[in-house]
């Protein structure tokens, strides 16, 4: 499971990386998407960039890298400057000024490092004298301490990184699929334009057939039926892309238009089959497994647990503790006097707290029932993701078995064209006929490109899932 967060971690690392460099050239490329073909690679570029929620991410990240890093030092620095006037006459007024500088690191979980440095200045000097420059450096060790504090850093970058290449992935394969769904709305639109040139041309023929006696009202009334209803779908098809094209558009934070939009043809969708065959045959299914979105979320909360458990005491952290430190002062005794430096003032001390809530027997159990738990919930999340690349794997067979009956179905109506095609050159057939034959092979071959293009976008699934 460690090589698996590490294989998230690298490809997170990188996705930053990349993330990086497109930020800034992300206007330039909404700026001149206008009237360019857009192919999955380009929505998911897209996708990316416009995402609020990868941006929200980012700045988590950061603030987690920051508790483990450098800046995580720069909040135990502190500086504080003082001044101040006083006096009881006009003639009596004295002044002050003070600066200190201090800081308080863990130089490991036990071990405290402290300091703080003092400087005053006063007009007139007082009676008592005053110490110009004074400080003192300590050392408190805690035996108790919480030595986890580092793991759950760590982590918390660990998870930060993963939700941002998960989020990646989400947005590329929502905005492909939502490019899929919108190339297919607007494939079948030059079919149903061909569907109600068909109904018109078979309702004119109907009519004249009943002026002739030939064709009954019945018939003439089925033929407008047929009109209106060819109609509808031209129209809803219509509609239809214009709203895929909408949510294309929304989905990628720039508009969409039709001519953008690739054709079945230029997606690769010949070798669809083949290609799902090959991923089927080099497919790490255990490698996806453990890698996946609920597992991955399992393991976390497993280790989050499992990082409480190492920190879990009877004792309170903050029982017992030894503190040492060292001090001096450069002081000025009185006005006019030269400043003298004091002896160094050495002082051990140490703390050991008796009260009921320093001690807690029960906190080593419920964090140990607590990691039973989570184990519980990591198999749970294992067997379920399981299960669903089990049923992604098997919507792929699905969608190529799909694939190969359209083929023959293709095989077939390319068949009855042909003969079609022989009796009207005999005078055996009409044109409508013919016409209605060469339609019906149209809707068979984008039959067949869509039920590719089934097979690629859940190719697109499993390669986002993978990488």
């Known amino acids: 499971m460690r090589r698996s967060l590490l294989v998230v971690t690298l490809i997170s690392a990188v ?245 953008q939009l690739p054709a079945l043809k230029e997606l690769g969708l010949a070798d669809a089959v083949t290609m799902a065959e090959g991923v089927t045959n080099t497919l790490d299914e255990e490698l996806l497994v453990l890698e996946s979105d609920s597992v991955m979320e399992a393991w976390f909360a497993l280790s989050g647990e499992l990082v409480d458990t190492d920190d879990a005491r009877v004792f309170d952290p903050s029982a017992f503790s030894l503190t040492a430190s060292v001090g001096s002062s450069l002081t000025q005794a009185s006005e006019g006097a030269s400043p003298e430096i004091t002896d160094p003032l050495f002082s051990l001390s140490f703390q050991l707290s008796m009260n009921g809530s320093n001690f807690d027997h029960e906190r080593v159990t419920r964090a140990e029932e607590d990691v039973a738990q989570a184990e519980l919930a990591l198999d749970a999340a294992t067997r379920a993701a399981s299960l669903a690349l089990q049923s992604a794997l098997l919507d792929l067979e699905i969608a190529v078995e799909n694939a190969s009956a359209e083929e023959r179905d293709v095989t077939i109506a390319e068949q009855d064209l042909r003969e079609a095609e022989f009796l009207l050159g005999r005078g055996e057939l009409t044109q409508l006929a013919y016409d209605e034959t060469a339609v019906a092979l149209e809707a068979a071959r984008l039959e067949r490109d869509l039920s590719r293009l089934a097979v690629v976008q859940q190719l697109y699934l499993i390669e986002l899932i993978q990488f």
């Open 15 to 259: 996705v930053l990386s990349l993330m990086g460099q497109t930020d800034d050239a992300s206007t330039s490329d909404a700026t001149h998407i206008s009237g360019r073909t857009l192919f999955p690679d380009d929505v998911a570029s897209l996708a990316i960039q416009s995402s609020s929620a990868i941006v929200t991410l980012q700045r988590n990240l950061e603030d987690a890298m920051e508790a483990i890093g450098w800046e995580a030092y720069r909040d135990d620095l502190g500086i504080a400057l003082s001044g101040a006037v006083s006096g009881t006459s006009i003639d009596s007024i004295s002044t002050s000024a003070g600066a200190s500088v201090g800081f308080d690191i863990d130089l490991i979980p036990q071990l405290r490092l402290t300091s703080d440095l003092g400087a005053t200045f006063r007009d007139p000097v007082p009676s008592a004298g005053y110490d110009i420059i004074d400080g003192t450096v300590g050392i408190e060790f805690t035996p108790l301490a919480d030595t986890s504090g580092n793991e759950r850093d760590e982590l918390e970058v660990a998870i930060a990184e993963y939700a941002i290449s998960n989020e990646i992935r989400e947005q590329s394969f929502s905005a492909i699929v939502q490019l899929f769904d919108a190339v297919r709305a607007a494939s079948q639109i030059a079919l149903l334009e061909s569907d109600l040139d068909l109904a018109e041309r078979h309702q004119m023929s109907v009519i004249a057939l009943r002026d002739r006696d030939r064709a009954t009202d019945a018939q003439v009334e089925a033929a407008n039926d047929a009109v209106r209803t060819a109609d509808q779908a031209r129209r809803r098809g219509a509609f239809d892309l214009t709203l895929e094209l909408n949510t294309l558009g929304t989905e990628l934070g720039v508009p969409v238009v039709a001519d």
